[in-house]
């Protein structure tokens, strides 16, 4: 029924934008995926998505602990509407929810942060399975949290006197990085299955087109669904 749904919504969109669908999709992936853990600078959380939509990344999971969660619409430039963002936001603490959530659909959990064990970003071995890259708040950086459930530790090279960059410069480049090496490795299974364009598809088109709720209720009303 979602095909039917996605095939009857297409028919109020410009071939032109379908067509983009299809050229963003098959450069699309949940090989990588993000994760904020309590940003509170619309600025910084704005960029990153901004960043994401740029490499492909389609998941973005937002923990929001202290800070929530704020969209500078003037930075991202609508990135937001064509990501699928997962919040974790029903307790006090949702640090845990999330990487155990994420854990469970089988990627490792990567902290970008200084540690005694960690890698540098050139280093880093993107075969090894699906990565969930972690990055903290602006000050404190992660939480113990994430440091103790964490599967790796990454950092980018550096060489000033500054010990770190702004987390939207180090999203963007872990993210150039690992999209780089993810797209470069051959026959890693980084692009998205039939079912999983789909579901964005059917996402996109909602989101793209106008009374696309009306459409779609007079769709089910027609199927008999309700």
Known sequence: MQKQLIKYLSEFATPERLDLFEKVLAQRSEYVTVVLEDIFQPQNASAVLRTCDCFGIQHVHVIENRN???????????????????????????????????????????????????????????????????????????????????????????VGFTESFNISVSAAIVLYQLSEMMKNSPGLPWQLTDEEKDSIRLQWLRTSIKRSSLLEQHFRKKHGMR
């Open 68 to 158: 929530e969660f704020t969209i500078d619409r003037e930075v991202a430039l609508g990135a937001s509407k064509w990501l699928s963002i997962h919040k974790y936001n029903r307790e006090k603490e949702n640090s845990l929810e999330a990487i155990q959530t994420l854990k469970n659909k089988g990627y490792r959990i990567v902290a970008t942060t200084p540690h005694l064990h960690d890698q540098l970003l050139p280093d880093f071995d993107i075969k090894k399975g699906k990565v969930a890259v972690v990055f903290g708040s602006e000050l404190p950086g992660i939480s113990e949290t994430i440091k103790n459930e964490a599967d790796e530790f990454l950092k980018i090279p550096m």
